[in-house]
Every structure is written in structure tokens, then in C-alpha cells.
């Protein structure tokens, strides 16, 4: 299971509607065509496991209080923490 900001999706949409005719051109086109039937609901988007892993490595890297495993797993956790430290506090936004 995943989260996409409705942000992203309405991008991925907003790029489907504009580029619908060439999209079975592009190299990416399949997989951004296999997304958007799963944001509808029709097929789920299977992962391999790099894409799991980058998935999980994004959440843990923004997340601000709480990573949740269901069986007490948080490998990924301590790997991504003690190898760039300034993940353990989330990304900060600067006024300058």
C-alpha cells in the first residue's frame, strides 16, 4: 500500500491529459499509464523491490514524529538515520 499527495497525482494527470497522444511513445509511458488505472481504482501498481524500498526510504526520510512497522522492522530507520544523520529531523523549511 502507498500514499500519493494529491498533489503529485494531479501533476501525473495534468501530464496524461497533455500528452496523451504521445505518451505511448515516451519510455516511461506504460508505467505512467499502469498509474493512473491504479489511482482510479482499476489495477493495482505492483512494486519490485527497489521501488519498495525507495517508497519507504522516502517516508522515513520525511517523516516528522512517527514511523510505524508491523513487526517491530526499523532496519531502513536506523540505516538511512546513521548515514545521513539530518534525516532523524525531517526536512525544514528556511525563511531567508
Same mark, same amino acid.
Given at each position: 500500500? /502507498?500514499?500519493?499527495?494529491?498533489?503529485?497525482? #494531479?501533476?501525473?494527470?495534468?501530464?496524461v491529459?497533455?500528452? #496523451?497522444?504521445?505518451?505511448?511513445?515516451? @519510455?516511461?509511458g506504460?508505467?505512467?499509464?499502469?498509474?493512473?488505472? #491504479?489511482?482510479? /481504482?482499476?489495477?493495482p501498481? @505492483?512494486? $519490485?523491490?527497489?521501488?519498495?524500498? %525507495?517508497?519507504?526510504?522516502?517516508?522515513?526520510?520525511?517523516?516528522?514524529?512517527?514511523?510505524?512497522?508491523? $513487526?517491530?522492522?526499523?532496519?531502513?530507520? %536506523?540505516?538511512?538515520?546513521?548515514t545521513?544523520?539530518?534525516?532523524?529531523?525531517?526536512p525544514?523549511?528556511?525563511?531567508?
Amino acid at each position: 500500500m /502507498g500514499f500519493l499527495c494529491p498533489s503529485n497525482e #494531479a501533476m501525473i494527470r495534468d501530464g496524461v491529459g497533455r500528452y #496523451a497522444d504521445r505518451l505511448d511513445s515516451l @519510455p516511461n509511458g506504460a508505467s505512467v499509464r499502469a498509474m493512473v488505472k #491504479a489511482l482510479d /481504482g482499476e489495477e493495482p501498481l @505492483p512494486f $519490485d523491490s527497489q521501488n519498495v524500498m %525507495r517508497h519507504n526510504s522516502l517516508q522515513v526520510s520525511y517523516a516528522e514524529q512517527y514511523i510505524i512497522s508491523r $513487526d517491530e522492522n526499523f532496519a531502513l530507520v %536506523r540505516e538511512i538515520i546513521s548515514t545521513n544523520p539530518e534525516t532523524k529531523r525531517g526536512p525544514r523549511f528556511i525563511v531567508g
